[in-house]
């Protein structure tokens, strides 16, 4: 069983910045691929980033974010950050982070992830 807690959301003006944590707890949390879901009012969940555990570290990110996001996890302290910059106002959401084990080819899928946090605003002003 992991727990997920995020925190850093707010509000930041176009093309700032902002970093998004996610605090885990409980057992094995290094042994999960973690993601970084977001969702907008009348959208769908959308994929924004992952990264895996184990072996070679591998990072993944949604078409709209590449160039801008960063995803790193720290194991020691149970934690994954999500670094956003040059934001605009498409990027407005609540940012879900996700633990799990999916294939390399479902890490886009978020109903391939077991454990969800609460979420954190995040909200762009033009």
């Known amino acids: 069983q992991v727990q997920l807690v995020e925190s850093g959301g707010g509000l930041v003006q176009a093309g700032g910045s902002l970093r998004v944590s996610c605090a885990a707890s409980?057992?094995?949390?290094?042994?999960?691929?973690m993601g970084w879901f977001r969702q907008a009012p009348g959208k769908e969940r959308e994929f924004v980033a992952a990264?895996?555990?184990?072996?070679?570290?591998?990072?993944y990110y949604g078409d709209s974010v590449k160039g801008r996001f960063t995803v790193s996890r720290d194991n020691a302290h149970n934690t994954v950050y999500l670094q956003m910059n040059s934001l605009n106002p498409e990027d407005t959401a609540i940012y879900y982070c996700?633990?799990?084990?999916?294939?390399?080819?479902?890490?886009?899928?978020?109903?391939?992830?077991?454990?969800w946090g609460q979420g954190t605003q995040v909200t762009v002003s033009s």
């Open positions: 990264i895996t555990w184990g072996g070679i570290t591998t990072y």
């Open positions: 409980g057992r094995a949390f290094s042994s999960y691929h």
């Open positions: 996700a633990a799990g084990r999916p294939a390399p080819y479902n890490i886009r899928t978020y109903s391939r992830y077991d454990y």
